[in-house]
């Protein structure tokens, strides 16, 4: 193996979920040269008995090198034996149409270098061309952002990047795991969180709440899991709650079972309105601002007038969660309900209302998939008390400067 492996250096990673928990010994699973570097697969044993799989490149400078060797001869499927399974590239170039497309030029990944910023992945950009995301934790089974970014190409939508390719690593044992994507480069784009902690633009809300809509008409066609949502927290809340010496955390605690109650009121009304486009269904499952891309008015184009004024990314759900959790069937609400959400924290980061580009958001949504507006509203009501529930747990554990924004929604109920 080339280099070493420096344990606190990847504890200190905010892609490892194991920073704060006692390590009993790390394994190389497996390796693979690549590119003059390796792919390495870490299995990392915990105190507790669990164990976790990472991957790990030795030396990421190279990543580019990497890309050149598994994607851009455009072979369909290149391959890269290790002792105990196999690298696995597959360029994603057969569309619906019948016709093939090329990934990428020669010696054009060669450009790729990490992206800046910690994630809970590790992203590469390749300049005017691409973007590769490196899964860190991995799970064995069916990803969901290849998954979907395929379905998405092939209905036609407009609303997400090209997939471009996947990366797989396949056990001889049987498995196979998810090592990353490449996906296009989306040109001329802004953050929509960025740009709505701005300017609470209603005319840019609906034209999202348009996209948020094909979006969710894509995806209803996509087989998925099992159905159903887990419950919101309110145990993990309520002892945070009694640790905390923040003045909203006393507030909030008194009022945890009428929060318990107003969620199984509004949970019971919203399951009677799960029918039609509001029926349990493939979606996005992590679902805020920091997702979605603005793209910059094209001369010659009337801004809002195709979906291609936004794009919607990483399909992969909440990493914490198991894959087969990630590809559930739940019920678009929860996706609406955690953009309502950020449209809330991009205000309150900002300084603004956000109540007129929610209301245009909910409006567009509705007549575009031909719902009724209060019921959608109502679907949406226990999804965004829960999604307050998780960011006050959230803020209390890691940023607490943050804590009055969910707590002040969760009083408000």
Request: aromatic share 8%; hydrophobic share 40%; charged share 25%.
């Amino acid at each position: 193996m080339q280099g070493t492996i420096d344990i606190e250096t990847i504890r200190n990673k905010r892609w490892f979920m194991g920073r704060n928990r006692d390590i009993s010994s790390i394994r190389m699973a497996d390796n693979a040269s690549i590119g003059n570097t390796e792919i390495i697969l870490l299995d990392i044993s915990f105190a507790d008995g669990e164990q976790d799989k990472y991957a790990i490149i030795a030396n990421e400078t190279r990543m580019g090198a990497i890309l050149e060797a598994g994607f851009a001869e455009n072979s369909g499927s290149r391959e890269f034996a290790g002792e105990r399974g196999t690298f696995v590239f597959l360029s994603a170039r057969t569309r619906e149409n019948g016709q093939v497309e090329e990934c990428a030029g020669q010696r054009v990944l060669l450009g790729a270098k990490p992206f800046p910023g910690e994630q809970s992945n590790s992203s590469f950009l390749v300049p005017g061309h691409s973007i590769f995301k490196l899964y860190r934790r991995l799970q064995a089974g069916i990803h969901p952002e290849a998954e979907i970014l395929r379905h998405l190409d092939c209905s036609g939508t407009c609303t997400s990047p090209q997939l471009y390719g996947e990366c797989l690593y396949k056990a001889y044992s049987g498995e196979t795991y998810a090592l990353g994507i490449l996906e296009q480069l989306v040109p001329n784009a802004n953050d929509a969180w960025v740009q709505f902690c701005k300017k609470m633009d209603a005319d840019e809300a609906a034209s999202l709440g348009k996209a948020t809509a094909r979006m969710h008409a894509a995806l209803k066609t996509l087989p998925g899991t099992d159905v159903g949502n887990e419950p919101p927290p309110f145990d993990k809340l309520e002892k945070l709650l009694q640790a905390s010496h923040n003045p909203l955390a006393k507030q909030l605690l008194e009022s945890m079972d009428s929060l318990r109650g107003a969620f199984a009121r509004m949970g019971a009304e919203a399951r009677g309105l799960e029918t039609g486009n509001l029926a349990p269904q493939r979606i996005h499952g992590d679902y805020h601002l920091g997702q979605v891309l603005i793209r910059e008015s094209v001369p010659g184009t009337t801004p809002g007038d195709d979906d291609s004024e936004f794009k919607i990314l990483d399909f992969e759900g909440e990493p914490s969660r198991t894959l087969a959790y990630r590809r559930r069937l739940r019920s678009p609400a929860v996706d609406i309900a955690g953009m309502l959400r950020s449209f809330r924290y991009a205000a309150a980061t900002g300084g603004r209302d956000s109540a007129a580009a929610e209301e245009a958001f909910l409006e567009e949504y509705a007549r575009t998939r031909q719902i009724d507006l209060e019921n959608l509203k109502a679907a949406a009501r226990p999804h965004i008390l829960a999604k307050a529930v998780y960011e006050a747990c959230y803020e209390l554990e890691f940023r607490p400067d943050w804590f009055h924004i969910p707590a002040k929604a969760l009083l408000a109920h």
